[in-house]
């Protein structure tokens, strides 16, 4: 028997990049050299004690313990459906427009098995969070790639997949503020979206997971306060970053009716949802105090600062982002030759910091690394020394090199 590359849908999945830099920052812990990981986005802190108090007390109920509900508890959903009405003035039926999800990535790739079939074509851009194009392809679907970089018009880019692919695409992924590049977007661009879609009657898939993390005063919008975007869109959130919830595995999805039950019918034959006590204490944090949401948008402004200042003076100017848990940083100028994976490999070995390269998340990223505000700011600090170290070091042996050319 061939071995697990053979199968249909392995075989149409590239080599994992981020493997490669995972393999060799285990193996360098393993020497006992201290890395500074700034690659995963996997939030460094633990929820607020009233959200894991909640948890513990409902696990203590005996009949907590089985099977739960695939579309999510009615107190998580109307939990849900209450926090849109609260931040976008979006009034959603917890029955037929909402439906929580084991996180939003299950909940992405769910819907996309539900509503594609083999040959039909999603529009996705180009850099952006691998489940967007990768789940697509698992369905067995086609991807367009959108390329979503600078020197690229978003909508002249879309109007002409949509006038050139055949057979027309029949959905659109959007991931605002987005992972990787931390890019956010007003409500114009939304109704401009909803406004081409739903005159080629094409679905819109939003990604909304990084809307509670913002730091200029400007709350991320939802695609669905647009009027007339619930006949197309659907739209996916998460607890995640939101609570620092990430291992608890909680995501909705809310929006187009028809989209709801589509996943609901998947997922009723795939899951039974996620642990009780877990739901509940969910609802909970959605319906409880939101100081630690608030403390938590602070904590990562003030990370954003101390990195960005940091590399900055140290000769590594980066973007500041105005949304997202990321900074996403062009190569230094002399490595642009290098790639992002070569450099990562690069600043892994030299600096000891650990960044995501941005080939991982399609070919347009390749110019660019995702830096993660997962760590401490004494432990950015530190990041920054190493990383001007490494700089500098490089750049006096490249001129001694040259002096002996």
């Known amino acids: 028997m061939s071995g697990g590359d053979g199968f249909y849908r392995i075989r149409r999945l590239p080599p994992y990049v981020f493997a490669e830099v995972n393999k060799n ?16 986005g996997n939030p460094d802190c633990a929820p607020a004690p009233h959200i894991i108090e909640k948890l513990k007390e409902v696990a203590s109920d005996p009949t907590a313990h089985g099977y739960s509900v695939s579309r999510g508890i009615p107190g998580l959903r109307r939990a ?3 926090y849109y009405q609260r931040r976008f ?9 909402v439906i929580s999800t084991i996180g939003s990535k299950e909940g992405l ?28 392809i698992i369905a067995g679907a086609s991807v367009w790639h959108l390329p979503n970089s600078s020197g690229h018009d978003f909508f002249v880019q879309l109007e002409r997949a949509i006038k050139h692919c055949r057979p027309k695409p029949i959905a659109l992924i959007l991931n605002f503020p ?61 607890v995640s970053k939101t609570y620092s919830m990430a291992g608890w595995r909680i995501g909705f999805a809310a929006g187009n009716p028809t989209l709801i039950e589509a996943l609901t019918r998947i997922k009723s034959y795939l899951d039974y949802g996620a642990f009780t006590p877990v739901q509940a204490a969910a609802a ?20 954003r600062d101390v990195l960005v200042d940091g590399l900055t ?6 973007p500041s982002p105005s949304a997202s848990m990321f900074i996403w940083a062009p190569l230094p100028a002399r490595y642009h030759n290098l790639g992002s994976l070569e450099f990562s490999k690069l600043l892994l070995e030299e600096a000891e910091v650990a960044v995501a390269p941005g080939i991982g998340f ?13 760590e401490n700011k004494h432990r950015l600090r530190q990041a920054i020394r190493n990383i001007k170290q490494f700089l500098n070091q490089d750049t006096k042996a490249k001129k001694l090199s040259a002096g002996c050319s």
């Open 25 to 40: 920052k285990a193996a360098m812990r393993a020497a006992g050299r201290d890395i500074i990981d700034l690659g995963m």
């Open 80 to 82: 849900q459906a209450g």
């Open 89 to 97: 003035g979006v009034t959603l039926d917890p029955d037929r427009e």
């Open 109 to 136: 790739a769910n819907l996309l098995q539900a509503i594609t079939a083999p040959g039909d074509v999603v529009m996705v851009p180009n850099p952006s969070y691998p489940i967007h194009p990768y789940g697509s």
């Open 178 to 238: 987005c992972n990787p590049t931390a890019e956010v977007v007003d409500l114009e661009f939304y109704e401009r979206a909803v406004h081409i879609c739903r005159e080629h009657g094409i679905w819109i898939i939003s990604d909304l997971a990084y809307c509670e993390i913002y730091f200029d005063g400007n709350p991320p919008p939802s695609i669905l306060q647009v009027p007339g975007a619930k006949e197309i869109a659907i739209e996916f959130t998460s």
């Open 284 to 303: 909970y944090a959605i319906n409880g105090p939101q100081e630690c949401v608030a403390q938590l948008r602070q904590m990562y402004k003030e990370r």
């Open 313 to 318: 003076k140290a000769g590594w100017p980066v």
């Open 362 to 374: 399609g070919e347009y990223g390749d110019t660019h690394v995702r830096i993660a505000l997962v």
